[in-house]
């Protein structure tokens, strides 16, 4: 009998998991990792299976986990979509295995395929045409997405060859390439939208949206891994995949049939390294038996295949400490917390930083400094923190506090209800507001002017030059000012913070090699593991290095040299601290270095004072006579601030220096200057999208100048004339309301008026008259433009047209739309709804000749 107990953590859990099944498919934003929610379902199994008289039906370890959404029509799938029972050790595959052996006495095969990690999709085929597509909803029914699947290029709309059967259903999971899924999210963040958390919730988001065409935008790819007909093809599961290829289908090249449970296993080993190089996601392996008579005799549970199993890989995982967290300003005003930690090496990079995105983050993890925490890549560049091992917390650790006022100007924060940033609100006094504003103005997709990199807009804002996205206009008159300005370039990817390379220590401690060049320094560099090995060097090895040298010099010459060096007490201190700082990933950490640098009386926490300040070592003399007494006593802090100019030192230090300067000289003065005057004659679309207004994407701007033509028109329009645009939402009119409300933003407009920026369109005034004459037959009608016009230019034009004579078009059929203009293919459920709604529906010459009246 179940106690009371065992039945409250049975229904405890199964709430959980559907709390977590609805995040993860319907929300698309999960809360926990697959492998914690992995071992929640499988602790439910196991008192499911203890206590049978708490089997419920309805049980998540019954039902695949339903991604339904009342926004779609709903259809039933014509055979059941389920799940994959799965494993992450080689033991239960064994047990799988045996399990197989046991109902299969004779020989079969198993076929492996990868698991690809996006959403699936069912696609229905007739006549060699591609007739319907649904999610895998709830197993039984799912919903209709077959507009959106339409516009994936790599799904055929119409087949090859002619020996496909006249109907059947084929399966496959829909994915966004990481590249895809990094460059949306960056554009996310930029607009002030949540980013997704990986690349399968990517997609699926996107199969969802509601307007196909910016499904279209987003190159979702697909790969297939089912063939469903009424009598098979061919027996082999193989086989018939191969046969669905000749048919237009993407199936990956690495399925591969393997006789033995051995065989599989290496597959599984060379897949988890060799997956990372993969342009898609993939979360695992998918282990088939090959023979389809098999696989009916072995048949299915009610959620998965008997015949099948998925093993998962776990995500790669490292443990490191917490060692501070840094609070970066955005443009917004949004403050972005970043753990920085020891570094470790984690899937081939050393990581340092990891993003934790927000203050609940942070509270949700319970961070405190010093703690060890595990750090994972999910697919995205950046890794994030997704635990914390607390029992390893040291005894009297500080909490991390999301802090109270803006780490860079110390207003007092401010967070929006609903959203989870906070943000500072001093948009016009906080200096990387500022910046981050002009930084998005001058970027690729806004006014796109060159020369005005980051460290160039950072090195002219100190100087006062540049304090709003105006000031770019003003600063040709100021040439006199801007020559001459000198800066350092930082390129954290090349050269991270808080630590030297191996090549940059044997450049600048030499070794005994007095005088050593770069590239031969270099050589050295690539040719150890560990900076200790150069105490140990022999000829031979050296002669292996093929160095560059000087007349009269040999490999014996250089030996000596290094031998004599060693043997020098203080030297080989020295070189003894710096070992003491090898991270193992060919570099040194910065605090070894500065202790190496021997400046006088410095103890170990005065050094980590210092790396706040300068996080590289080129910046040790940028470090003023001022900073330097804020945390040293005074007489100490004009030892250190002399020393570090003494002529030896600064040698070092500047041989150190991995990173390049920016130098105002006469030709990129000229070279700036020209680029903001083409930028004047730049489209007023890509200036509006560089105002940066909240929500407004390069898309929305594109829209809006379409429509209005010049910022004072749009300043005039109204909010319901703003909504009434098609795909300018509620969250995007209101802030555009609101950004014309301040003066501040009035008066930027005033000067770059004044300033020759381009505020509105260049139309010459003949095509000024062609445009408003149109007449507007279709005012206040509203259209729903769906299916296939010959080219989707077209349907774009089409929509144009209703546009320019006063109609408005919309992407789903409601009560109010007038008429439904319907192209070929037009997909079932819309046809459905404006039958149901008494719509009419109309084809291109229809509409064409409603214009002539
Ligand atoms: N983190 C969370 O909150 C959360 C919540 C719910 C589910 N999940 C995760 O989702 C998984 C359960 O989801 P599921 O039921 O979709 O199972 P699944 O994703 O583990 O396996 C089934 C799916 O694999 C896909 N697939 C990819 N390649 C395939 C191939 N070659 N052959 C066959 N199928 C292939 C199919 O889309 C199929 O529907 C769990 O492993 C869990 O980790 C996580
Ligand atoms: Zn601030």
Not at 421 to 438: F, M
Request: charged share 25%; with cysteine.
């Amino acid at each position: 009998m179940a106690s009371i107990e065992a039945k409250n953590k049975v229904e405890k859990l199964r709430s959980e998991i559907h709390k977590h099944n609805h995040n993860y498919y319907v929300l698309n934003q999960p809360t926990i990792d697959d492998y914690d929610f992995d071992m929640l379902l499988k602790e439910l199994e196991k008192l499911e299976s203890q206590y049978p008289e708490l089997k419920d039906p309805n049980s998540p370890t019954k039902r695949v986990g339903s991604d339904l959404n009342k926004e779609f029509i709903q259809k039933s799938h014509d055979y059941p979509m389920l799940s994959l029972s799965n494993t992450y050790n080689y033991t239960e595959l064994y047990e799988f295995d045996q399990r197989i052996k046991k109902n299969i006495p004779e020989q079969f095969s198993y076929e492996c395929e990868l698991k690809f990690d996006g959403s699936s999709i069912s696609l229905q085929y007739e006549n060699g045409k591609l007739t319907q597509a649904l999610t895998r909803g709830n197993g039984e029914v799912g919903d209709d997405v077959t507009q959106n699947v339409r516009t994936i290029k790599s799904i055929p709309l119409e087949l090859q060859g002619d020996n496909y059967p006249d109907r059947f259903v084929i399966r496959g999971e829909i994915l966004l390439p990481f590249k895809t899924f990094d460059r949306l999210n960056t554009q996310r963040a930029a607009e002030g939208e949540t980013r997704f958390a990986n690349p399968r919730n990517a997609a699926s988001g996107t199969l969802k949206l509601q307007n196909s065409s910016i499904v279209a935008k987003r190159s979702l790819d697909a790969y297939f891994y089912d063939l469903l007909t009424e009598a098979p093809l061919k027996d082999g599961h193989y086989e018939t995949l191969d046969q669905a290829k000749s048919w237009g289908f993407k199936i990956s090249k690495e399925n591969k049939k393997c006789n033995t449970i051995e065989e599989v296993i290496e597959y599984l080993e060379k897949w988890d390294k060799k997956r990372e190089n993969l342009e898609v996601a993939t979360d695992g392996v998918v282990i088939k038996v090959n023979s389809k008579t098999l696989q009916n005799r072995l048949g299915f549970t009610a959620k998965s295949p008997r015949w099948a199993v998925a093993y998962k890989f776990k995500a790669e995982r490292e443990i490191t400490t917490l060692q501070s967290v840094s609070y970066q300003v955005g443009r917004t005003g949004a403050v972005t917390p970043v753990a920085n930690l020891t570094p470790v090496s984690l899937a081939g990079t050393t990581v340092q930083r990891a993003s934790l995105h927000n203050a609940d983050i942070i509270e949700n993890l319970d961070l405190h400094l010093q703690d060890q925490v595990y750090i994972e890549k999910g697919g995205e560049i950046i890794p994030k923190i997704v635990g914390v091992e607390y029992a390893l917390r040291k005894e009297g650790a500080a909490p991390v506090l999301f802090p109270k006022s803006c780490p860079e100007c110390h207003t007092p924060l401010e967070r929006n209800e609903g959203e989870a940033a906070y943000y500072c609100p001093n948009y016009l006094g906080c200096a990387p507001q500022i910046r981050g504003k002009i930084e998005h103005f001058v970027s690729r997709n806004a006014m796109n002017i060159e020369w005005l990199g980051k460290e160039t807009i950072q090195l002219l804002y100190n100087q006062g030059l540049l304090n709003s996205v105006a000031d770019i206009y003003r600063l040709p008159n100021r040439r006199d000012k801007i020559e001459g300005l000198e800066t350092i370039k930082r390129d954290d990817e090349k050269h991270p913070p808080l630590m030297v390379s191996y090549e940059r220590i044997i450049y600048a401690f030499q070794f005994g090699i007095q005088g050593i060049s770069l590239a031969n320094a270099k050589k050295i560099a690539n040719n150890i593991s560990s900076l200790k090995e150069l105490e140990d060097i022999t000829v031979e090895h050296i002669d292996s290095l093929s160095l560059t040298l000087k007349k009269g010099e040999s490999s014996n010459h250089i030996l000596r040299q290094i031998l004599t060096f060693f043997r020098i007490p203080i030297q080989k201190q020295i070189f003894d601290t710096l070992c003491q700082g090898d991270m193992s990933n060919g570099n040194i950490s910065l605090s070894a270095v500065i202790k190496a640098l021997k400046i006088p009386n410095i103890t170990d926490q005065e050094i980590a004072e210092i790396m706040d300040h300068a996080p590289f070592a080129v910046l040790l003399p940028n470090i003023t006579l001022d900073t330097w007494k804020s945390f040293l006593p005074e007489q100490k802090a004009v030892v250190a601030f002399n020393y570090i100019r003494n002529p030896r030192v600064d040698k070092l230090i500047s041989r150190l220096n991995q990173l390049s300067k920016i130098s105002l000289k006469q030709k990129s003065v000229d070279n700036l200057f020209q680029a903001i005057e083409k930028s004047k004659s730049n489209t007023f679309h890509q200036l509006l999208f560089g105002l940066g207004i909240r929500f407004i994407g390069a898309t929305a701007a594109k829209t809006l100048a379409k429509k209005f033509h010049s910022i004072e028109s749009l300043r005039a329009a109204s909010y319901q004339e703003l909504l009434d645009i098609n795909d300018i939402g509620e969250k995007m009119a209101n802030s555009i309301r609101r950004y014309f409300e301040k003066q501040e933003n009035i008066d930027l407009i005033d000067s770059l008026t004044t300033l020759g920026a381009p505020v509105g369109t260049s139309i010459d005034g003949e095509q000024e008259a062609s445009i408003s004459e149109l007449p507007s037959t279709l005012d206040g009608l509203i259209f729903v433009i769906s299916g296939n016009f010959g080219t989707s230019q077209r349907r774009k034009e089409l929509g144009e047209i209703v546009e320019d004579h006063g109609g408005k078009l919309t992407s789903s059929i409601s009560k109010k739309t007038n008429y439904l203009i319907a192209g070929d293919n037009i997909g079932p459920s819309k046809l459905e709804k404006a039958q149901a709604l008494e719509i009419p529906i109309i084809n291109e010459e229809g509409f064409l000749a409603m214009l002539e009246q």
